[in-house]
């Protein structure tokens, strides 16, 4: 993303506009700044990102109760 | 940058930060099979622990998420101090922190309703599934809704094969 494409997605997620598809997702709880974050990234960063954060959940969901 | 959550958990374990790790990555640690792509917690609003944390993550340069990138912005103890919540980009991966949890309140609340739990080598404090059942009826948009029915079906399924 160029730097005025970043701008101008930070506006739009800041103040989207009314009755937009971007103002229905932030309504319905869907973290806007993730999407911009990830439309930052390349296809293969975007994976990597995926397989980094899945290896991370597979731990959490391993995890034990210790008290 | 590759995200790397256990990393950023050892690094507030090492600055002794008081913290509870909430949202999805919590749904996930009590069984849930959605995947979720940052790191919520919940940490203590004192002053000590404020320092700690903006010392803990100074490193990994804290960053708004989504925001342009001359945007100013410093993550220090006065700008903690001043606000409650904040959504970062970090070279360690996304870290939402939350001052208070709605349906709990703040640290001290969130913390009761917290279980120490160990993940391979690090061990964190993790909201309950009552206590992200709570949270998730306050926060009350239609995604938490969504997301009650399946706490509820996982709360049941534990309770019936005696899982904690």
Same mark, same amino acid.
């Given at each position: 993303?160029?730097?005025?494409q970043?701008k101008?997605?930070?506006?739009?997620?800041? +103040?989207?506009?009314?009755?937009?598809?971007?103002?229905?997702?932030?309504?319905?709880?869907?973290?806007?700044?993730?999407?911009?974050? +990830? $439309?930052? $990234?390349?296809?293969?960063e975007?994976?990597?990102?995926?397989y980094?954060?899945?290896?991370?959940?597979?731990?959490m969901?391993?995890?034990?109760?210790?008290? | 940058?590759?995200?790397?959550?256990?990393?950023l958990?050892? &690094?507030?374990n090492?600055?002794e930060?008081?913290?509870?790790?909430?949202?999805?990555?919590?749904?996930v640690?009590?069984?849930?099979?959605?995947?979720?792509?940052? &790191?919520?917690?919940?940490?203590?609003?004192?002053?000590? !622990?404020?320092?700690?944390?903006c010392?803990?993550l100074?490193?990994?340069?804290?960053?708004?998420?989504?925001?342009?990138?001359?945007?100013p912005?410093?993550f =220090?103890?006065?700008?903690?101090?001043?606000?409650? !919540?904040?959504?970062?980009?970090?070279d360690l991966?996304d870290?939402?922190?939350?001052?208070?949890?709605?349906?709990l309140?703040?640290?001290?609340?969130?913390? !009761?309703?917290?279980?120490?739990?160990?993940?391979?080598?690090?061990s964190?404090?993790?909201?309950?599934?009552d206590?992200?059942?709570?949270?998730?009826i306050?926060a009350g948009?239609?995604? =938490?809704?969504?997301?009650?029915?399946?706490?509820?079906?996982?709360?049941?399924?534990?309770?019936?094969?005696?899982?904690?």
């Amino acid at each position: 993303m160029t730097t005025e494409q970043r701008k101008l997605a930070y506006e739009l997620i800041t +103040n989207p506009p009314p009755g937009s598809d971007i103002a229905a997702a932030k309504e319905y709880g869907i973290d806007l700044t993730l999407l911009v974050e +990830n $439309l930052n $990234l390349t296809v293969a960063e975007r994976l990597r990102k995926l397989y980094s954060v899945a290896k991370f959940l597979e731990k959490m969901q391993q995890s034990r109760i210790i008290r | 940058m590759t995200p790397n959550s256990e990393e950023l958990l050892t &690094l507030l374990n090492k600055a002794e930060v008081e913290y509870v790790v909430i949202g999805g990555v919590a749904l996930v640690a009590q069984g849930s099979a959605r995947a979720t792509f940052d &790191l919520d917690v919940c940490y203590k609003r004192s002053k000590e !622990n404020i320092d700690k944390l903006c010392r803990a993550l100074e490193p990994i340069h804290p960053r708004l998420r989504g925001a342009p990138d001359n945007l100013p912005f410093r993550f =220090d103890t006065k700008t903690v101090v001043a606000g409650l !919540n904040f959504t970062l980009a970090t070279d360690l991966g996304d870290l939402d922190l939350l001052g208070e949890v709605a349906g709990l309140g703040a640290y001290d609340a969130v913390y !009761n309703c917290s279980e120490l739990r160990a993940v391979e080598k690090i061990s964190c404090r993790v909201l309950s599934l009552d206590g992200l059942y709570r949270a998730k009826i306050a926060a009350g948009r239609d995604k =938490d809704l969504e997301a009650l029915k399946e706490i509820k079906g996982l709360k049941d399924l534990k309770e019936r094969l005696g899982q904690e």
